[in-house]
């Protein structure tokens, strides 16, 4: 079973910033928060991973709380080309790395 | 750059034939992963490699046999399909090491149906 919780669907206008959060109270000291994207049945994609800061590349903000019980995904300028199913998993970052997604949650960017 | 290719991208099996769906990726990366996928569900893991001639079961490995004679490629076999296996199978690999940043890359799928 995943060790995630995400919202099953959000809504978000396109030009603004989606915000998905994830829950993931029973996360472990060395596991880190790893995040992908599945654009329409294509495979998944890598958008960002971090362990206990915030972090920022070119596609996206990731946000850890200080407990590190949950985190939040920031699109900062969402367009049409974001909607796709969005999964947040916990992994260790060395070792087999055998990822459990979740259902994920599916994110409609509306014009 | 090609990353991770799959093949076929679609396939109709008949119940109890066999297939192999292929993977093969051209990054040098260590290790390979094989997960499928059923409708509105995530992925799961069917078997990963962590070498040539190293391999492992995940999630769901029952029906299903892999083998790793190369680096580059990462063979998935079906021996007697059911309906069950009806699914969309991703093939993934991923570098190790310290620096890197040690991720998944996904190939675009294989779309099995079994009737």
């Known amino acids: 079973d995943a060790k995630t919780t995400q919202p099953t669907s959000m809504d978000c206008a396109e030009g603004r910033a989606a915000n998905l959060p994830c829950n993931h109270s029973?996360?472990?000291?060395?596991?880190?928060v790893y995040w992908y994207r599945q654009i329409h049945s294509q495979g998944p994609q890598y958008i960002i991973h971090?362990?206990?800061n915030n972090e920022t590349n070119e596609m996206a903000s990731l946000i850890i709380t200080e407990d590190r019980k949950s985190s939040t995904l920031i699109l900062p300028h969402a367009t049409l080309r974001d909607t796709a199913v969005y999964y947040c998993?916990?992994?260790?970052?060395?070792?087999?790395?055998?990822?459990?997604f979740g259902q994920g949650t599916r994110l409609t960017i509306n014009p | 750059n090609a990353g991770v290719t799959q093949t076929p991208k679609f396939r109709i099996l008949k119940i109890g034939q066999s297939m192999t769906l292929q993977c093969t990726q051209d990054?040098?990366?260590?290790?390979m992963y094989w997960y499928r996928q059923d409708p509105g569900m995530g992925l799961k893991l069917i078997y990963y490699?962590?070498?040539?001639?190293?391999?492992d079961k995940g999630e769901v490995p029952n029906g299903y046999n892999v083998s790793r004679s190369t680096t580059e490629d990462f063979p998935l076999r079906l021996e007697l399909a059911a309906p069950s296996q009806t699914s969309v199978y991703f093939c993934?690999?991923?570098?190790?090491?310290?620096?890197?940043?040690?991720?998944?890359?996904f190939g675009a799928g294989t779309r099995l149906s079994v009737l």
């Open positions: 993934a690999s991923r570098d190790t090491g310290t620096g890197i940043q040690n991720i998944q890359y």
């Open positions: 029973t996360i472990s000291g060395n596991e880190y």
């Open positions: 971090g362990l206990k």
């Open positions: 998993i916990v992994s260790l970052i060395q070792g087999a790395q055998k990822l459990v």
């Open positions: 990054m040098n990366h260590n290790y």
């Open positions: 490699s962590v070498g040539a001639g190293i391999t």
